[in-house]
């Protein structure tokens, strides 16, 4: 079955530190990867996507990812974390063939502190 | 204007009851989708229509029934509610229910059973 794994759970960070966010999935065939985030009391908004073409993709805010996929990974980077950063962040990943249904990872809560 | 949007926004009511969460979109998309996201904040899949059609429905008790009166509208009904079912439910919507279209997400709907 396919599934996501984010491998940290609660990340904090100064201001201006780098992020990198582990994301890795199972799933055999052609993917469609994305990242969300979750403001503190909002919804979930679209950071970036991953459908084909150059591996390495850039979001709103300054985000990038970079899909590798011998390493089944779609990890998420920023370069200088600010405070307004704060929130949950979610890998998700869609089987081409299934679909719009979209699996999860469990969340990365990331804290900046000022 | 909020593109998706869900009522009630809190929803508190006795185990046994019988409640119904709204969902309405206003970006001309043809899918729409629920999820559940439980305490540790894991987000799964639970239905999609596309064109008031059913295309997804997960392992979901069957006293979680979608209805969907045309393609703007998700209505979500909850029979006989459970302790488990306390979460918040997250309406989303596509353009299609092809996976590289990223979904829009409602404020969520956060349900407290007693």
């Known amino acids: 079955a396919q599934s996501v794994s984010q491998h940290n759970h609660h990340v904090i960070l100064s201001e201006a530190a780098s992020l990198e966010l582990g994301c890795n999935y199972s799933?055999?065939?052609?993917?469609?990867l994305f990242w969300y985030v979750q403001y503190p009391g909002q919804h979930l908004q679209l950071l970036l996507k991953?459908?084909?073409?150059?591996?390495l993709v850039k979001g709103i805010k300054g985000f990038e990812a970079e899909f590798i996929k011998s390493k089944f990974s779609f990890n998420l980077r920023k370069p200088s974390v600010q405070w307004s950063d704060t929130a949950e962040y979610f890998c998700?990943?869609?089987?081409?063939?299934?679909?719009?249904?979209?699996?999860f990872g469990q969340g990365t809560e990331l804290s900046v502190k000022p | 204007d909020t593109a998706v949007s869900q009522t009630p926004k809190y929803l508190v009511t006795q185990m046994g009851n019988d409640k119904s969460i709204k969902c309405e979109q206003n970006?001309?998309?043809?899918?729409m989708y629920w999820y559940k996201q439980d305490s540790k904040k894991f987000l799964k899949i639970m239905f999609s229509?596309?064109?008031?059609?059913?295309?997804i429905n997960e392992t979901v008790p069957n006293r979680f029934s979608p209805k969907s009166p045309d393609k703007a509208h998700l209505n979500l009904h909850i029979n006989s509610l459970e302790l488990g079912d306390s979460a918040v439910y997250f309406c989303?919507?596509?353009?299609?229910?092809?996976?590289?279209?990223?979904?829009?997400f409602g404020d969520g709907t956060r349900l407290s059973i007693l």
């Open positions: 989303a919507s596509s353009r299609s229910g092809r996976g590289q279209q990223p979904q829009h």
């Open positions: 799933y055999g065939g052609t993917v469609n």
């Open positions: 991953y459908f084909s073409g150059d591996p």
């Open positions: 229509y596309n064109n008031k059609e059913l295309i």
């Open positions: 970006l001309g998309h043809d899918t």
């Open positions: 998700a990943v869609n089987g081409g063939n299934q679909g719009g249904k979209l699996i």
